[in-house]
């Protein structure tokens, strides 16, 4: 039997052992956090319509139709109108054929990657990809073929290696959610289609950020979809609410209604939650500002902290991280910042590589230009006193 108390204590001892702690306020630019109210640099809620109004609006008055619940998996009775509109929303966002919506991003990265490969498969997959794709592929029982990160000579030697295989599939994130780098896509695709491998590519933090539209990865590289590639993505991070969903073509969309298993034994997602997804998704497509402000707002931040000599390692995205590579120099410097009035989250192992410890800030949109001036002062104020190097 796990003795839990030794387990725990020895991961208090590497400064490892985590503890939650609880926000008593609404997801937004301010929250309150054990009576303190700190200024939020942790959130992916990258375009600040997690408190939206408009997005409560939809979701309160589609609860008052439809209920709080939808009582059952999608292929029971849980398939509301309100899926039907919002797959086909995100699939002409995403400007693929079909769309399916699953409950949480994680869910769906289980139960795309399980129905897409097997023991017979393989799969070739970045090193800094999502713990929920490594989850995948392990369950797939595909093989597991991991290339350095963003490293397309390494892919292709592996491609070379491989090529006996009959079901091939490339999976990358396509921004980074601890680097806030960007994969090479239009050399993932070339791979794709030289090697006949399927394409996909979590979208999760690229979707409402990327792009001239905010399409994600795809328009960002201006490269078009097809049906080598397929787009997963969330509703929880610039979309601002909750769930899954993953875009390609209507034969391969209609092969996971039959085969992905978190999709056919899960409760449907809550009407509500696709109505306030749809309103995110209009607001996207009406007002280019927002995603405007964002990225200006994550390029002053990530200015100020580098010349503060702080390593944002190459971070091009609302994603910056702060390297400060020990567990317990990370907590502290975490710890510091909340004192001055700034949340910014220390991320350690198992989460990030052994020596890769860092703060992970993340920028809203609607965080003010004082904002991102207070914390870059405060990031002066830690860094005088720290021993954290670039």
């Given at each position: ?9 020895a ?31 942790c959130?992916?809620?990258?375009l ?6 408009r997005?409560?609006a ?6 008052n139709?439809?209920?709080v619940?939808?009582?059952a998996?999608r ?5 509301n ?25 994680y ?28 989850d ?23 491609l ?22 960007i ?5 993932l695709?070339?791979?794709?289609e ?15 950020v ?5 399409r ?16 997963m993505?969330?509703?929880?991070k ?17 092969y996971?209604?039959n ?32 995603r405007?402000?964002?990225?200006s ?32 120099l990370?907590?502290?410097l ?5 004192e ?12 990030v ?31 005088k ?6």
């Amino acid at each position: 039997m796990i003795n839990f108390k030794e387990e725990l204590a020895a991961l208090e001892a590497r400064g490892l052992r985590r503890k939650m702690r609880f926000v008593s306020s609404a997801c937004d630019r301010y929250i309150t956090i054990e009576g303190k109210k700190v200024l939020n640099f942790c959130s992916n809620n990258y375009l600040g319509l997690a408190n939206d109004k408009r997005l409560k609006a939809a979701a309160i008055s589609t609860i008052n139709k439809f209920g709080v619940g939808t009582g059952a998996s999608r292929l029971v009775s849980g398939s509301n109108i309100l899926h039907k509109r919002l797959e086909e929303k995100l699939a002409d966002f995403k400007r693929q054929e079909a769309c399916l919506v699953y409950p949480s991003g994680y869910s769906a990265n289980l139960g795309i990657i399980s129905a897409l490969a097997d023991r017979n498969s393989i799969v070739f997959c970045d090193r800094l990809n999502h713990a929920s794709i490594i989850d995948g592929i392990i369950l797939s029982r595909a093989q597991l073929a991991r290339y350095p990160h963003k490293d397309i000579n390494a892919l292709e030697e592996l491609l070379k290696k491989n090529s006996g295989y009959k079901n091939k599939l490339i999976i990358s994130d396509s921004v980074f959610s601890m680097d806030g780098d960007i994969a090479p896509l239009p050399e993932l695709l070339r791979l794709a289609e030289k090697y006949d491998c399927l394409l996909m590519i979590d979208e999760a933090h690229a979707t409402g950020v990327l792009g001239k539209s905010g399409r994600g990865t795809l328009e960002h590289f201006g490269l078009k979809a097809n049906k080598r590639i397929i787009q997963m993505g969330t509703l929880s991070k610039a979309l601002g609410g909750l769930g899954g969903f993953v875009c390609a073509s209507r034969e391969l969309i209609d092969y996971l209604v039959n085969r992905s298993r978190s999709f056919i034994f899960s409760t449907a997602l809550p009407a509500a939650l696709c109505a306030s997804a749809l309103e995110a998704i209009r607001i996207i497509e009406r007002d280019g500002n927002q995603r405007a402000r964002l990225l200006s707002n994550a390029d002053f931040l990530r200015a100020g902290l580098n010349s503060l000599g702080f390593n944002t390692l190459e971070s091009q995205t609302p994603i910056i991280p702060i390297l400060a590579k020990e567990p317990k120099l990370t907590m502290e410097l975490s710890r510091r910042l909340f004192e001055e009035g700034v949340f910014a989250q220390g991320i350690r192992p198992p989460t990030v590589p052994e020596g890769l410890c860092r703060l992970r800030v993340t920028v809203m949109a609607t965080h003010t230009k004082s904002d991102l001036e207070f914390v870059i002062d405060k990031f002066r104020k830690i860094r005088k006193k720290s021993e954290v190097r670039s």
